[in-house]
């Protein structure tokens, strides 16, 4: 029987759910799908008690083809989740609406289960507005729900502290893939009471008998993104002698359940803390594995299993970062090996503004910079100095209480002002931090070693009587950009 899942007291999922990114490869080359016989397809899934559709508004005609199923069946017998990834940048509050709009045309219903959203840079605070305009939808009614997908454990923690209402967070978690469970996003999951839907399980597929003692694949012969995609996931691990390694030890435990590799690679992350699903591809029509996904629910891992597959797993060399690091930064693991299939360009945060004086300066439009007449960042030549900054994003505070989410924030908008001028926080080279209460600067300082630990610019900690008692953490920063 399948396993559900209390996403939300008012919405239970499927534990596995099928995922449709799939649908845009089976486009791919300008081929168009039969919408009508493709959403027939979809049936036998539901047929099978896996209810759970998982798509986003880039998976070609995804969500047409669940907006087709739920008219001829009804929206209560499906849940049906989707992704919003927007181009980088601002979106105005009526752009949001549109988008949202968009999907809800498609997908033939009054209302989002899930909506997860995704965001390309943190050192662009818009993405926050764009949160919060999402919250107002849900707060309409537009939206049930309101996920997040490929973020990371800092600024999931952020978000939530921020006021904004997440129920689950999509990210990339799997055996080759630790990266959820490394980082305390598990952990911070479990205290929030938000659930983690994890992709890439399987690994593009690689994570199955199929490839159990067969030759490395040259990458010019994948025939599906997502194997573009996974093997960059099995080159950071430690290619793919590595990866032989790991299926023979899942398939011994998988003989001795009577189950195959991807079972027990499935029902591992599914153990795994605050994992409410995982989400498993469909080829709709024409590659599909639903029996074998069904047997996931028929077996149990023991404490012997359990410390095989943990001890398989150390062996791996660590996926770099945490969740949804590769999409915002080197090694960028996706099927092309950049973003260029993605997006065009990163945007700056904040307009550069030249002066007749040789300078160029950049604001971050807070009511203070005008009030007292300065800059948030100001360039001359090669030297970029910026102000001291707190957690201020127009007229919100971000981060609520909480100095760890300040201090990121801190950092965030201190690293958008120096993107806006042509630099990075690689080029910093000396930072000062103020804080109001002495019993808090462990916590800012391991936040801001998290963010320079390679940098490891000059720095000065300060306690300091701040403007505003609900600022925890100021930071200012000097900058030299480098030659080229």
Wanted: aromatic content about 8%.
């Amino acid at each position: 029987m399948v396993e559900r899942w209390d996403l939300a007291p008012d919405l239970s999922i499927s534990r596995v759910l099928t995922g449709l990114w799939q649908i845009a490869d089976m486009e791919r080359d300008g081929r168009q799908l039969d919408l009508a016989a493709t959403a027939r397809e979809m049936e036998p899934y539901v047929d099978a008690g896996l209810t759970t559709f998982d798509m986003a508004d880039h998976y070609g005609s995804a969500e047409e083809i669940v907006g087709l199923f739920a008219r001829e069946h009804g929206s209560d017998a499906v849940q049906l989740f989707t992704k919003w990834v927007p181009k980088p940048g601002a979106s105005t509050r009526e752009e949001v609406r549109e988008a949202i709009e968009l999907s809800l045309r498609r997908m033939q219903t009054d209302r989002l289960d899930l909506l997860q959203f995704h965001a390309w840079n943190y050192a662009d605070p818009s993405y926050l507005d764009t949160l919060f305009y999402l919250q107002e939808l849900k707060d309409e009614g537009l939206i049930l729900h309101l996920g997040l997908t490929n973020t990371d454990t800092a600024h999931l923690r952020m978000i939530v502290n921020s006021g904004i209402v997440i129920t689950s967070n999509q990210v990339c978690f799997s055996l080759l893939d630790q990266r959820a469970g490394a980082h305390g996003m598990t952990e911070l999951c479990r205290e929030r009471g938000i659930t983690l839907l994890a992709f890439g399980a399987l690994a593009g597929g690689f994570l199955t008998d199929r490839w159990l003692e067969e030759p490395e694949p040259d990458q010019d012969g994948l025939e599906t993104w997502s194997e573009m995609k996974y093997r960059r996931f099995i080159r950071e691990a430690g290619g793919w002698d590595a990866l032989q390694r790991l299926l023979r030890v899942v398939h011994a435990i998988g003989e001795r359940h009577g189950v195959s590799i991807a079972n027990v690679a499935c029902r591992h992350i599914l153990d795994q803390p605050a994992v409410g699903g995982i989400i498993i591809g469909a080829r709709l029509g024409l590659s599909e594995h639903r029996d074998d996904n069904l047997r996931i629910f028929e077996f149990a891992l023991d404490d012997a299993d359990r410390a095989e597959i943990v001890a398989a797993v150390d062996r791996l060399r660590p996926i770099p970062g945490d969740c949804g690091d590769e999409y915002r930064r080197p090694p960028y693991l996706t099927a092309s090996g950049d973003l260029s299939h993605h997006i065009e360009a990163l945007p700056a945060p904040y307009e550069a503004k030249p002066g007749a004086d040789g300078r160029t300066r950049v604001s971050s439009g807070t009511v203070w910079e005008d009030l007292a007449g300065y800059s948030r960042a100001v360039r001359h030549g090669n030297r970029i100095s910026v102000s001291g900054t707190t957690a201020t994003h127009g007229d919100r505070l971000i981060g609520g209480s909480d100095p760890v989410s300040q201090t990121h924030f801190v950092i965030d908008k201190i690293e958008g002002a120096l993107q806006s001028l042509g630099a990075s926080l690689d080029d910093v080279i000396r930072t000062r931090v103020f804080i109001q209460d002495m019993a808090q600067w462990e916590q800012v300082a391991t936040v801001h070693g998290e963010r320079f630990c390679d940098i490891k610019p000059a720095n000065t900690l300060v306690q300091a009587g701040l403007i505003g008692s609900e600022y925890l953490v100021e930071i200012e920063a000097d900058a030299i950009v480098r030659s080229g």
